[in-house]
């Protein structure tokens, strides 16, 4: 009973702030509650569940041994000690997703996303990552299209590889996007992310030819090079003849992209690649641990009601109600499933023992929900009317203050033109209306929270810029690593029908895959360039529903292998999130295909422009047929994506549901798993 | 104190996909004297190129 007094203390401080949180109206409450709400439930849950579910779901069995003890060779399967993995699992999963999602998802308030944040990691994402990591560590560290083929057979690998190709192209586009939004216009943050580019190509050569491998070194070199690089950047945001220079429209910016994504992504890794990473890396982790302390040292009160008029749906963020486009907008930090192909990746190979995968698989990713908090909780402490200028589309609310402010005000979220000027003028840009993609938001809060521990308002331009870059450089390498990891896929797929195409020997295939992939994402993100309610709007629902959907394949993927095991009796621990996911993204994907609203349903819009074409109207934004065509073209693509993720989902969940049958049927475990015994390391 | 910055530079390092290159000295001497290991250097850019070659799956969003 002792043993669990301090548990039941954290308990009831979590549901005591839980309560306060969920139920506090009228005046506003401090940030700190949601923190200390978020981190009980997340110590209780690692304590509880998570141990529950190594013990009695998995039994983990420290004496056996792992693929980093059985394949030891000192490069991939290496036994390392548990906090540097942790470091290392929680690096590869904590990227831009669970900064942006809970920054648009505020837009129905704060309450409706601290709980499904916080539930939805508990109940479904930590689980997700760490039955992945439990049943690669039990395969050799195989990757997740690997286990599919495994336990469920060759088709539904196939299937799933397809399936996260499609997710990979539209999270490429949609990063690239969230890059777009935040550098047009923007002389000063082009300029510094831009100088990322020499300022890399030179540590890169650092690290090849003047002292290779010191990584600590070139990155503390790189540090001084990027804080140079915006501090100048003031200075030439203002220059009348360098200002011009780095002053792009996004459609300018879309084309710098997508040249930047090809070039980048065949370059040698080491040149450009690598050395961003480094930096990107370790900004991203010093950028959390910053904002975490500067939270509790501004202890700031949350500005944002706890849920809005817009809970109801027609939000001007990105369209649809509460259920099911929550649950879809906020998915890294909640439950991400592109986590499994991290969890199935390098981490495998490299766990000592199957005593440490609880904190890996379960506890990294509680870490990430923490960060996810942390963004939901900038979102909230900024001004209601500067959150809705800054992310409702010009469509809705114009292009200048005066009718920015008329607007949002006329939402509800009272709002001078002035404020809005004087904001800008604080951070260093010339406007904030509509800088849409959650990145100018979250930079604006950062840049609030940092000045306030930091430096002052004088400091605020210098830390908004900051955070731009923080934000840009981490989605850059994302972009040329996930280009890379995606011509990859691709070769494989394209392989099954045309073997010769894996051929490494020979450059062509090579490029073809690269051009194939840029193209597909570079095709997403022109489209949500050009889009007249501003991209994110479309882009980000579906990248939701197909990063849920990959979820619910890897969980799917669990359930079979509970069954497979002969452990049907502990598959609720992962039917019940699946079901959930499901739920989710089945009725989120429906809507979006036939759903009545023009703003939700895609193709209600294209049936709106075909009918107008016919008649020969052209309807706002378009200016003229051939761009009423292609809205009409992109939305049947839009459709058609979501058609495609469905049909991938629902594939999966019929092949789960016969692999299950056949393992109730069998009379043994059927799960092919390395049998425990200890082979000698080559 | 050094044991514990020895454990921040190999987490830092491990962020960044270096694994510590005594333990992979260690792992040659002990299963493959044989074998001659890769110095410093080319272990660095054995790893640099297997982290960032595509085939690992890249990044999270």
């Known amino acids: 009973m002792t043993r669990h007094l301090p548990w039941i203390v954290i308990a009831m401080v979590g549901a005591a702030a839980l309560s306060f949180v969920a139920l506090a109206r009228g005046e506003a409450i401090n940030a700190l509650w949601i923190v200390v709400a978020a981190v009980s439930c997340f110590l209780v849950a690692y304590r509880y569940y998570a141990l529950y579910i190594a013990r009695h779901v998995m039994r983990l069995d420290p004496s056996r041994p792992t693929p980093a003890i059985r394949r030891a060779d000192g490069l991939d399967y290496v036994a390392t000690d548990r906090t540097v993995l942790f470091g290392h699992h929680f690096a590869a999963i904590a990227g831009a997703g669970p900064l942006v999602g809970p920054v648009l998802a505020a837009q129905m308030g704060y309450l409706p996303g601290t709980l499904w944040i916080i539930f939805g990691v508990v109940l479904a994402g930590a689980v997700q990552d760490f039955m992945v990591l439990f049943i690669s560590m039990r395969r050799d560290g195989k990757s997740l299209g690997e286990l599919i083929r495994m336990e469920m057979g060759q088709t539904a690998g196939t299937i799933a590889l397809f399936g996260a190709f499609m997710i990979m192209v539209i999270i490429l586009a949609v990063l690239a996007l969230i890059v777009v939004k935040a550098l047009a216009e923007s002389p000063w943050g082009m300029f510094t992310v831009a100088a990322t580019v020499p300022l890399a190509l030179f540590m890169g050569a650092y690290t090849r030819w003047i002292r290779p491998g010191r990584i600590g070194e070139v990155s503390l070199i790189g540090l001084v090079g990027l804080l140079a690089a915006i501090v100048y950047g003031q200075a030439i945001a203002a220059s009348p003849v360098w200002g011009p220079l780095f002053t792009f429209t996004p459609v300018q910016l879309c084309w710098i992209l997508i040249g930047y994504g090809a070039v980048a992504s065949v370059l040698p890794v080491w040149l450009l690649l690598a050395p961003r990473d480094y930096l990107s890396t370790f900004l991203k982790i010093g950028a959390i641990a910053a904002l975490a302390i500067g939270i509790v040292i501004m202890a700031p009160p949350l500005k944002m009601p706890a ?18 486009f929550l649950f879809i907008t906020i998915a890294c930090g909640a439950v991400s499933g ?71 005000t006329a939402m509800g979220f009272p709002i001078t033109p002035d404020l809005i000027v004087q904001t800008a003028k604080d951070v260093g840009e010339h406007t904030i209306i509509s800088r849409a993609g959650g990145a100018p938001t979250l930079a604006v809060a950062m840049a609030e929270i940092f000045s306030h521990v930091v430096g002052g308002p004088a400091m605020k331009a210098f830390w908004y810029h900051f955070a731009i870059l923080f934000e840009a450089l981490f989605i850059l390498t994302a972009v040329d690593a996930g280009t890379r990891a995606g011509r990859f896929m691709l070769q494989d797929l394209i392989a099954l029908a045309a073997p010769g195409f ?47 959907m990959l979820a619910a394949i890897a969980l799917m993927l669990s359930t079979a292998v509970l069954f497979r095991m002969k452990r049907q009796r502990f598959a609720w621990v992962t039917m019940i999130p699946t079901a959930w996911l499901l739920i989710c993204t089945l009725s989120a994907g429906f809507l979006k295909l036939f759903s009545s609203d023009v703003k939700v349903g895609f193709l209600a819009h294209a049936a709106k422009f075909r009918a107008a074409a016919a008649s020969g109207e052209v309807l706002a934004p378009a200016k003229d047929m051939a761009e009423m065509n292609r809205i009409i073209f992109n939305d049947r693509i839009d459709a058609g994506l979501v058609a495609i993720f469905l049909a991938v989902v629902l594939a999966i969940l019929f092949f789960t549901i016969r692999t299950c049958v056949a393992a109730l049927q069998a009379p043994a475990p059927t799960a092919r798993e390395i049998p425990p015994v200890m082979v000698p390391a080559e | 104190m050094s044991l514990f910055l020895e454990k921040l530079r190999h987490a830092a390092r491990m962020m960044v996909g270096m694994p510590d290159y005594d333990a992979y000295l260690r792992h040659m001497r002990d299963h493959h004297p044989e074998q001659e290991p890769m110095d410093r250097v080319q272990f660095f850019r054995d790893r640099q190129e297997s982290r960032y070659g595509g085939k690992n799956g890249g990044k999270c969003c």
């Not at chain 1, 990430?368 to 589309?393: H, K, Q, R």
């Open chain 1, 307 to 324: 849920v809005t008029v817009f809970a109801a749906g027609n939000g001007p963020v990105w369209a649809g109600g509460l259920f099911p």
């Open chain 1, 338 to 408: 592109f986590h499994a192909l991290i969890s199935s990746g390098t981490t495998p190979k490299l766990i000592a023992s199957e005593a440490h995968a609880p904190i890996i698989g379960y506890g990294a990713m509680l870490m990430e929900a923490f960060v996810a908090i942390m963004a939901l909780v900038g979102a909230s402490i900024l001004d209601p009317g500067v959150y809705f200028t800054m992310n409702s589309p010009a469509a809705v609310i114009g292009k200048d203050a005066a009718s920015a402010a008329a607007a949002v």
């Open chain 1, 502 to 548: 894996k051929d490494s020997k020979s450059h062509a295939p090579g490029i073809i895959a690269t051009a194939l992939c840029v193209a597909a994402w570079g095709f997403f993100l022109y489209q949500g360039v050009t889009d007249p309610l501003g991209g994110v709007n479309t882009l980000w629902p579906v990248f939701g529903i197909s990063n849920q």
